[in-house]
């Protein structure tokens, strides 16, 4: 096994948020999402469609976990956010960085 600049070795990850990412819970999510980031997927899809509600340092942890996966090749998708967290992302514009499905 080698280390480097190897493209993605997992083909897809998908996370389930079924609580609201908020500034209590982002610390555990942010170690559960650089495990799933450090597996170097060409796709990490945390779905949102459970997701009640997210914060500012919700955002900034997607972010940060956004920019690693792509310096990496790989891709974060949000998937399913529903009408509150699609405002709330927007707001924070970061409709555009972030992809959404």
């Given amino acids: 096994m080698h280390s480097g600049t190897a493209g993605p070795t997992a ?5 389930v948020i079924t609580e609201e ?12 999402l650089n495990e799933a980031a450090d597996l170097r997927p060409a796709v990490l899809v945390v779905d949102l469609a459970q997701c009640p509600f997210v914060d ?12 690693r996966l792509f310096a990496a090749g790989g891709r974060l ?16 514009r ?6 959404v499905e």
């Fill in 56 to 67: 500012a340092a919700a955002i900034g942890m997607l972010l940060d976990v956004h920019r």
């Fill in 21 to 32: 990412l908020d500034a209590t819970s982002v610390p555990r999510f942010t170690l559960l």
């Fill in 77 to 92: 998708t949000l998937r399913s956010p529903g009408p509150r967290i699609t405002r709330t992302l927007q707001l924070a």
């Fill in 11 to 15: 083909a897809t990850i998908e996370i």
């Fill in 94 to 99: 970061v409709e555009n960085v972030l992809h």
